[in-house]
C-alpha cells in the first residue's frame, strides 16, 4: 500500500491532473524500454540468442540471469532480441495495413457513393470475422517468416483502419470549412490530404495504438501455435511454444519470461491507446 | 410489431452478402495467395500419379487431367457449401470434413460456455464493486485490471496455471476433456450435461475438474471487457435520480447495487454478443494450451498434417457460425430494445 500511495503521489506531482495522462505516461515508459532494449541488444548481453552458450535447461543464474533452453541457448539474449523480432513484425504489419486501410477509407468517406457501399460491406465482413482465424488462415497457406507473418497480421487489420478514416472523414466532411475550401475552388486531392488527413490524427493515434496491443497478441498467438516466426529466430510467442513441452518437468523459466515480455508490451501499448482515449474523449465526467 | 418484421426481413438479407463475402475471402486465401499446396503436401519429389491424384482430390483437376478454370472450382466451392458439402479430409480414412468438424464442435462450445459464464460473473462483481466504491484504491485497481486482464496473453496465463494447481500442487489435471474411459453416453456431446443426463456422477466430477482451468484462464481475460462496461454502466444508472431516491429513503446498499445492475443491464448485454467472435479467437488459445480435443486444437493439427480441404471446411465453418450468431444477436436486441428497430 505504501509504495503504491508513494507512486500515486509522485505521478501527481509529475502530471497535476487526470488519470489518463499517468496511464500514457506508464505507458510510453514501458514501450520506450522495450524499444531500447531492442536497438541495444548486442550491449546487454553478451551471449548469442542462437547458440549454444552453457548446459541446457540450467535454471536462471547470476550467469545466465533467466536461465537456459533445451538446446543451451542463453534465455536472457533471446528475450532481449526477441524484441527485435516482435518489434519488426509489428511495425511492418502496422505500415502495411495503414497505408492500404487509411488511404481507401479516406477516398470512400470522402466521395461516398457505390464504391463506399461495396469496401464498407467487404471490410465490415472481414472485420466482423476474428482476427486470429483469418490470420491462421493467411499464414498456414503462405507460410512461416517474418515477412509472411507481417504480412497475416496486415490483412486483419486493413479494416480497422479502414472503418477509422472512413468515419471520421464521413463527419469532417460535412463541415463548413471543407465546403469553405470547395467553393474557393481547392482540388478534391488538396482537400483530402490537407485539411482531413491532419484532422484525423487524434482517433487515428487512440486506435493506432489498441490495434498495435491487438497486434502483438496476434503476431504472439500465431509464433504459439507454430505459424509464425520459426526457430531459430529469437521469438517470445516461439520460444513459449517450445517451453511448453517441459512444463510437467517445472521448468518455469522457460515459459515465465517469454510470456511476461508478452503482457509487457502489449499492456505499454493499451495504457498509450487508453489513456489518450481519456484525455481526448472525455465522457463520464458527472459523478454519483 | 410491422416494424420488427421489416428489422427481421431486412437484418437477414443482409446475412447473405455477409456470409458470400468471407466465403470469397476463404476461397481467395486457399487457392489465390501465393503457395502451392500440392508440392507442400506430397513434396518436390513425388511421382506425376500422386500428385495427379491429389489435384483431382483438390479439386483443380477433372477426371481427365485437364485443369478446372478457377471460376468453376469457385463455383463448385459454393454449390458444395450451399449443400452443406465442405469436402473430403485429405488424410486418415478421408472423411467428410462436415463430419469431423461437428464431432470437434461441442467441446469448443462447452468450454466456451463456461469460459464465458466465468467472465460474466468476474466482470459483473467486480464492476459493481468498482462503482461502488468509486474513486477509491479499490476502485483503480479494479480499472486497470479491466485494461491489463485483455493483455493477459492466454497460453501464459494457461501454462502457470498448469505448472502451478497441475504440477506443483497436482489437484487438477492440465490437459483433455476427461479422464480416459470415464466419457459419458453421448446426447448432446457437452460432457456435463450428458453425465447430468445419464446420472453419471463420477463422468461429471472428471469433466468438471478439466474444465476448470481453461474456463478460467478463458473467462479471465475476456472479464476485463465486462468489468469496464458494468463499472460504466453502473457509474451512470448511480448517478440517477431514482437511485439518490432510493438512498434518501434509506434503502440497504446491496438493495440499492441490486436495483442499479438491473438497470446497467442492457448496455452489457449488448456487449456481450459482440463478444462472440473474441470468444471463438480465445478458445482457439485455450485449446491449443491445454490439448483440449475441441475445433481450435483440430484446425491446428490438420494445419500441421497440410489437410487442406480440412482446414478451408473449418474456416468456412467459423465464419458462417459467426454471420449466424450475429445475426441472432442482433434480431434478440432488437426484440428486447424497440429504439434499434427504428
Known amino acids: ?10 505521478l501527481r506531482k509529475i502530471v ?18 522495450i524499444i531500447f532494449i531492442a536497438i541495444f541488444a548486442p550491449f546487454l548481453t553478451s551471449y548469442s ?8 535447461l540450467q535454471p536462471p543464474s547470476l550467469k545466465h540471469l533467466m536461465g537456459t533452453n533445451r538446446l543451451g541457448y542463453d534465455m536472457f539474449s533471446r528475450i532481449v532480441y526477441g524484441a527485435r523480432t516482435i518489434l519488426i513484425v509489428v511495425i511492418l504489419s502496422t505500415i502495411i495495413s495503414l497505408s492500404i486501410g487509411l488511404p481507401l477509407g479516406l ?73 469553405a475550401m470547395k467553393a474557393i475552388g481547392a482540388k478534391d486531392r488538396t482537400i483530402m490530404i490537407k485539411h482531413i488527413l491532419p484532422n484525423l490524427l487524434p482517433t487515428m493515434t487512440i486506435v493506432f495504438s489498441l490495434s498495435v496491443a491487438d497486434t502483438i497478441l496476434t503476431e504472439a498467438s500465431l509464433s504459439f501455435l507454430g505459424l509464425g516466426v520459426t526457430a531459430p529466430t529469437p521469438d517470445w510467442g516461439y520460444d513459449l511454444r517450445a517451453g511448453k513441452e517441459f512444463l510437467p518437468a517445472g521448468y518455469w523459466w522457460l515459459i515465465t519470461f517469454p510470456g511476461l515480455f508478452i503482457i509487457l508490451l502489449t499492456i505499454g501499448f493499451s495504457f498509450i491507446g487508453e489513456g489518450l482515449n481519456e484525455i481526448l474523449n472525455p465522457r463520464m465526467k458527472v459523478r454519483p | 410489431m410491422v416494424s420488427l418484421r421489416i428489422y427481421i426481413a431486412t437484418r437477414a438479407l443482409l446475412t447473405i452478402p455477409t456470409i458470400i463475402i468471407l466465403l470469397t475471402i476463404v476461397f481467395a486465401i486457399m487457392r489465390i495467395l501465393p503457395g502451392d ?27 481427365f487431367g485437364k485443369p478446372i478454370p478457377l471460376y468453376i472450382q469457385y463455383l463448385n466451392y459454393f454449390s458444395g457449401i450451399i449443400k452443406g458439402d465442405f469436402g473430403k479430409s485429405l488424410i486418415w480414412g478421408k472423411r467428410p470434413v462436415i463430419i469431423e468438424i461437428l464431432e470437434h464442435f461441442p467441446a469448443t462450445i462447452e468450454l466456451s460456455i463456461m469460459g464465458f459464464i466465468v467472465s460474466l460473473l468476474i466482470g459483473l462483481i467486480s464492476g459493481v464493486y468498482s462503482a461502488h466504491k468509486y474513486s477509491s484504491w479499490m476502485d483503480s485497481t479494479i480499472r486497470i485490471y479491466g485494461i491489463i486482464s485483455y493483455a493477459l496473453f492466454i497460453p501464459w496465463i494457461g501454462m502457470l496455471f498448469q505448472m502451478f494447481f497441475g504440477v506443483q500442487l497436482k489437484i487438477l489435471p492440465v490437459a483433455g476433456r476427461i479422464d480416459p474411459g470415464m466419457e459419458p453416453q453421448q446426447i448432446t456431446g457437452l460432457f456435463l450435461l450428458d453425465s447430468i443426463i445419464t446420472s453419471n456422477w463420477p463422468s461429471f466430477i472428471s469433466s468438471l475438474k478439466h474444465l476448470i482451468l481453461p474456463s478460467i484462464t478463458l473467462g479471465i481475460v475476456l472479464s476485463g471487457i465486462f468489468t469496464r462496461l458494468t463499472r460504466g454502466a453502473m457509474l451512470e444508472v448511480l448517478s440517477q435520480d431514482f437511485i439518490i431516491a432510493a438512498k434518501a429513503r434509506g434503502l440497504p446498499n446491496r438493495k440499492i447495487l441490486l436495483h442499479a445492475l438491473k438497470n446497467a443491464f ?7 454478443g459482440l463478444q462472440f467472435a473474441l ?12 490439448s483440449w480435443p475441441g475445433i481450435g486444437t483440430f484446425l491446428m493439427e490438420r494445419i500441421n498434417y497440410r489437410d487442406y480441404t480440412t482446414v478451408q471446411g473449418t474456416v468456412v465453418f467459423f465464419a458462417i457460425i459467426i454471420s449466424l450468431v450475429s445475426l441472432i444477436v442482433d434480431l434478440i436486441y432488437a426484440y428486447i430494445d424497440p429504439r434499434i428497430r427504428y
Not at chain 1, 1 to 10: G, P, T
Not at chain 1, 160 to 166: D, I, K, N, V
Not at chain 2, 37 to 63: F, H, N, R, S
Open chain 1, 16 to 33: 497535476p491532473h487526470g488519470s489518463g495522462a499517468k496511464l500514457v505516461i506508464i505507458g510510453f515508459s514501458i514501450v520506450i524500454l
Open chain 1, 49 to 56: 540468442p542462437t547458440k549454444s552458450v552453457g548446459l541446457s
Open chain 2, 266 to 272: 442492457i448496455p452489457i448485454l449488448t456487449m456481450m
Open chain 2, 279 to 290: 470468444l471463438l479467437t480465445g478458445a482457439i488459445l485455450t485449446e491449443t494450451t491445454f
Open chain 2, 37 to 63: 499446396p500440392v508440392t507442400a503436401i506430397v513434396g518436390m519429389k513425388a511421382p506425376p500419379e500422386q500428385i495427379q491424384e491429389l489435384k483431382k482430390e483438390l479439386g483443380l483437376i477433372d477426371e
Open chain 1, 107 to 179: 477516398l470512400s468517406g470522402y466521395y461516398g457513393g457505390i464504391i463506399d457501399r461495396i469496401l464498407s460491406i467487404i471490410m465490415d465482413s472481414i472485420y466482423a470475422f476474428p482476427g486470429l482465424i483469418l490470420a491462421i488462415a493467411v499464414a498456414a497457406v503462405i507460410g512461416p517468416g517474418v515477412i509472411n507473418t507481417a504480412l497475416a497480421i496486415a490483412i486483419v487489420y486493413v479494416p480497422t483502419y479502414y472503418r477509422m478514416a472512413r468515419g471520421q472523414t464521413f463527419s469532417i466532411r460535412e463541415q463548413l470549412y471543407i465546403e
Open chain 1, 1 to 10: 500500500m505504501e509504495i503504491i500511495n508513494f507512486f500515486n503521489k509522485l
